[in-house]
């Protein structure tokens, strides 16, 4: 009688993957810039907007509220536009995503090892790049016209912003998730909510002379708060109590645009 002898099978452990956020974020970001790299006409049709309302509302607040206004009419609505740029651009993250849709690149995407989050983050921040470059025009382009730059503040006012358009990103990302199977609605939802956020937060208008209900709307305004600290960032005060505040609605957008946006991905790949 021979006995059959059966040779053991080694089972193959598998480590899992380690996933470091940075490198995640990284690869993400570089993924969407390629597009931009590419078409670098985009940039220059993204500078019409804010050249356009320094162009033309600029002069029409210089006339009006130039005497009454801080540090004079540049230095209060300069700072006011790249928020605006920023408002804009990271706003509207969510439309590449509809695309990707339609292509299966997304679903492509939610198959690799890349943290949830570095989605994100990597997407809100692709955004921010163009909007760096062009803040560095705006500046430049009103210097001669009498802005006061001060370095130490616009470095940390466009770090600010990068964090708040990491939570806006997240809220573009997640709405472009739940209405991808009628996409016309994007747009409709962005634009109904983009605007009284722009208007409640004195961003183009001082709320000072408004009605009552608009100056106790604009408590509730996360980019009011934003706005008020680019001003005083821009104007050279650093560590005023306006700044902090200014970072305290940029840190809270991006927690809850973050945790939205992720946990929105994850029942949409259920």
């Known amino acids: 009688m021979t006995t059959l002898t059966v040779p053991a099978v080694t089972q193959r452990t598998t ?8 490198r995640d974020i990284r690869i993400v970001m570089v993924r969407e810039l390629k597009p931009v790299v590419r078409d670098p006409f985009s940039l220059l049709f993204g500078m019409v907007q804010p050249l356009i309302f320094l162009a033309l509302f600029g002069p029409l607040l210089s006339g009006s ?15 006011a536009i790249l928020v605006m740029t920023t408002l804009f651009g990271t706003s509207a993250t969510g439309a590449n995503l509809l695309f990707e849709f339609q292509t299966g690149a ?7 090892p890349l943290s949830r989050s570095s989605l994100l983050i990597g997407r809100a921040l692709k955004e921010m790049v163009p909007l760096f470059g ?9 210097v001669p016209f009498g802005f006061d730059l001060h370095l130490d503040g ?3 006012g466009l770090a600010l912003l990068a964090v708040f358009g990491i939570g806006l990103g997240s809220f573009s990302y997640a709405l472009a998730i739940a209405v991808r199977k009628q996409d016309w609605m994007f747009w409709m939802v962005q634009q109904t909510f983009l ?10 208008l001082p709320l000072e002379t408004g009605p009552g209900w608009m100056r106790a ?3 509730f305004n996360p980019l009011s708060y934003l706005v008020d600290a680019e001003r005083t960032l821009f104007s050279g005060d650093v560590f005023s109590t306006t700044v902090l505040w200014g970072w305290v609605a940029a840190l809270v957008t991006a927690a809850v645009g973050l945790t939205v946006g992720i946990r929105t991905m994850l029942r949409s790949a259920d």
């Open 65 to 79: 509220l130039g005497g009454s206004l801080d540090g004079g009419v540049w230095q209060w609505f300069v700072p």
């Open 154 to 156: 616009a470095v940390v």
């Open 195 to 204: 605007f009284p956020l722009m208007i409640l937060s004195g961003m183009l």
């Open 134 to 142: 062009q803040a560095v025009i705006v500046i430049a382009v009103m």
């Open 217 to 219: 709307a604009s408590k």
């Open 15 to 22: 480590e899992p993957v380690r996933r470091n956020l940075l």
């Open 106 to 112: 997304h679903e492509r995407m939610l198959v690799t």
